[in-house]
């Protein structure tokens, strides 16, 4: 593993406290549309994702050792979720889709319904926290922005795409259907390579 790339894998989540505070900077005069403009929704849904990646993965973190333990019961706490899997989902398949979904629709049209899947994301994502912690009556590392700061704030931002964009009930689930699918992604990710180590035995 080359230096950079370990050295990305152990501190992602050590940069984004540093990449919210220029970013919310960026946005703050335009703070008071945010309300009612998609656009604005859409970007600032980037560091509004990222403070629930800090409360998952550094304040107070744990979020991996959780789903290790208590998700796949996994008696190494470093797999199947390793640090290489977690960084990658979460560079990969969340920041950047979320950063093309900011960019604006003068720019690239077609880059708002990246920003509307990751909406459902973030709603199917705070529903699991939520789910989860009812079911086995704990936290879990990301509930509290997950049901403070995700939810809230996708139901709004898919709430202001239907108005702005005109989407229906098709539109709708086929949004929901692509956030259900990016998860089933990343669980398969994570998961089939530490099943087939497992089956495969000494």
């Known amino acids: 593993m080359t230096g950079l790339r370990a050295t990305i894998i152990e501190r992602w989540p050590r940069a984004l406290p540093w990449l919210i505070v220029p970013i919310l900077a960026g946005l703050l005069p335009a ?6 403009s998609l656009s604005l929704l ?4 980037f560091p509004v994702y990222m403070v629930h990646q800090i409360e998952e993965h550094l304040w107070p973190g744990g979020f991996r050792t959780y789903v290790n333990r208590e ?15 977690i960084a990658f989902v979460n560079i990969v398949l969340v920041l950047i889709p979320l950063m093309l979904g900011a960019i604006p629709r003068q720019l690239q049209p077609g880059f708002v319904w990246i920003g509307l899947v ?51 009930w098709p539109q709708y689930a086929l949004l929901m259907l692509a956030a259900l699918a990016l998860h089933g992604l990343v669980a398969a990710l994570i998961a089939a390579p530490w099943r087939h180590t497992r089956h495969a035995g000494p």
């Open 31 to 36: 703070l008071p549309l945010a309300a009612g």
């Open 42 to 45: 859409l970007a600032l849904h």
């Open 71 to 85: 998700i796949f019961h996994s008696p190494d706490p470093e797999a199947p979720a390793s640090a290489e899997a």
């Open 118 to 168: 990751m909406l459902a994301v973030s709603l199917v994502n705070s529903l699991a926290h939520t789910g989860l912690a009812i079911v086995r009556r704990q936290r879990n590392p990301g509930l509290v922005s997950a049901i403070f700061l995700l939810l809230p704030f996708s139901l709004w931002g898919l709430h202001v795409a239907s108005q702005r964009l005109a989407l229906g």
